[in-house]
């Protein structure tokens, strides 16, 4: 049967980086052979996949690995560490004008086809701030802020600002193709890097002051009222980002995934049958 493999936050880097730990890269190589062992039909690919320096060299490895399998991407926010999100998206849309496997989501104009009944959609998305309860939120000072260079050039109005900005940037992407797909497919896959609910962050819900940066508000009602317009159409999520495991249904056909993935010891985090009905994907996810 056919099916796809949901990777995310390899941060393929660090094996390239941390010379003290040369297992690492036999850990990587080996994570890899186990991927083609799975011999999936696609690859979902979730993003933080390496820093910015190493990002396209990464991908570029990955794509040769796992070749003629597509890979469909989605960008984090440590994949723009270095440098600055314009900078990232427009070297990796160039990029991919070059490698016909590697599939940049975020620069998608329509849903992809998986199958005639599975359809997918995707964006790197970006917390919004809005789940923030008060202005303590933006005194949390995380890697992004100083790493990334438009958060670099604001103050603290600007940053704020920023958030919202890309939040909405993602939404809109979001609602758009979606909006194509519930029309065209009976299962929506939805591979993204920010949850879209703070319920697929409970751990950091109960540390209201760094909730700027867990999840996406926008995101979350763009997807929801969308969804809510099509309720023949089951939509499944997939992020992570928060690095914990949790699932949410916002609506009956909804269900949202994000998961745990362990930093230098890559592994898959789910495989999903590319079902040719509705019924059996359906049973899967919304038992
Ligand atoms: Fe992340």
Redesign the pocket.
Known sequence: MRHAVWLT?LRFDFCYEDETNPDLLARYEEFLEHVLEVDPAVVLLG??TAVSSRLAFCLKHLARVLQPRPVYFVL???DFWDSSIATVRREVSELCTHHAGLRYLSAATEPVALTKVIGLVGHDGWPDGRFAKNDMATSALPQDYERIGEFRAADKSGRWQLLNTLGDESAEHLRRLLSKAVERFQVVLLLT?VPPWLELAPHAMTRQYHNDHCASRSAGEAICSVMQTAPRCRLIVLCS?LHGEAEYHPLPNIVALSENPSRGYPCIMRTIDLAESYEELSKEFFA
């Open positions: 936050d993003g933080d984090g926010n440590e890097h980002h």
